[in-house]
């Protein structure tokens, strides 16, 4: 059973190392879905049908909900609040011609494909910046939501609004080549995400405030705009936060934090196992980010942020440098380290540079003094730096923004070298099928 794979999984990761493991405890649903199976209300049954013109009344009418093969589309908002010990399985693909879903204050339950096919098709071109999310999951605890594709969103596609002890798995997300498109953004406490692919032209997985304890692995950037925490503006609190295995091909950056002016802090992050290919940026700390509006305050503090083991190169290392930190000169950052990291730059030329940013490597002062101006070193190729393997299915440009979004299906490996941490389900519940049919032989 996928949930209890993962579960496995995530004890061993907290039980063998803690300085990866920023998780508190378990996450996901709190009681098995074969529990959540005794009453399963298909919306075929509630006014749903095959090639229905409105899935969303029948979708609010189920308790424990069923969407069968097939395709449905939806025009009226739904907004399933309160449930405890539920499930959603979502097996056909359900078009948006209206507005979709979200899942508020609710606990112990379970949205996914037990074929790793269900599909929300956001028909975005058709609306631009001008609809509604995919799917938002409001102030919610104990859940998952797996084995599911998103594509071409109005605007955002997965929203994890606070909340805690989520997990989100196995999730491929298309989106347009255009800002405003972002793949998963998320806040809370105690979530895990893995083995999530995104394509779009802004946020990849991106940790908002407020938030801590996350562990976000196994992560492909396939021409996306790249992950990132922030922006960041007034009373930012994030800590204890592991981005790990993430591998970008394409897009604006291998990692960001930003924000320009706010308060509060972001601390105790590690940034391990990076590779990328062809980003515009690299490694890209800017707390002067002009695409946001300067909040009020001094900057928020930066402080205990590690990087361990880059590799990759960005398209041009002096235009867009592949290592700056831009620190707030009000509230410069200390105790950033820099350990193998190996960024380079496809013009075989590169600079570095640093502005009121303290710690060990690139071109970061020792200490934690004052502010001090930018400064810009030329970068050697670091020795370190390989040609970094890519993934057979990398992208070689994004998604028109004025035409349909093509259904992908969800890949078996995230990031080069690194086996999936929970099977898909179609592969999960065809061994369980196997294996039962052999237990019956063999009785």
Known sequence: MVLSISRVALALLLATSATYAQLTGSVGPTSPLSSKRNTICSVLDYGGSIGSSDIGPAIGSASTLYVPPGNYNMQTWQTLTGGTKWAFQMDGVITRTGNCASL???TDFEMYSSSSAGAIQGNG???????????????????????????????FHLIVQTGSNGELYNLAIRGTNLGGSDGIDISGDNHWVHDVEVTNRDECVTVKSPASNFLIENIWCNQSGGSAI?????????????????????????????????SGYVQNVLFQNFISRGTAYGLNVNQYWSDETTASGNGVQLSNIQFENWDGEVVDGVQRPPIQFFCADGAPCTGMTLSNVNMWSATGIAVIKCESAYGSGACLKGGSGGSYAATTVSLSQPAGYTNPPSLSGDLSQGFAT??????????????????????????????????????????
């Open 104 to 106: 508020k204050n609710a």
């Open 125 to 155: 071109y058709q609306c631009r910046n001008a609809g509604p999310r995919l799917l938002r999951i409001v102030t919610s605890t104990s859940f998952s939501v797996h084995d599911l594709i998103l594509v071409d969103s109005p605007e």
């Open 230 to 262: 922030g922006s960041l503006g007034t009373g930012t609190a994030i800590e204890n936060i592991v981005y790990k295995n993430v591998y970008t091909n394409g897009g604006n950056q291998a990692f960001m934090i930003k924000s320009n002016g706010g």
């Open 402 to 443: 004025n035409s349909p979004i093509p259904i992908p299906t969800i890949p078996s490996t995230f990031y080069p070298g690194v086996p999936q941490i929970s099977p898909l389900a179609m592969n999960s519940m065809a061994n369980a099928a196997a294996k039962a049919t052999l237990d019956l032989q063999h009785v």
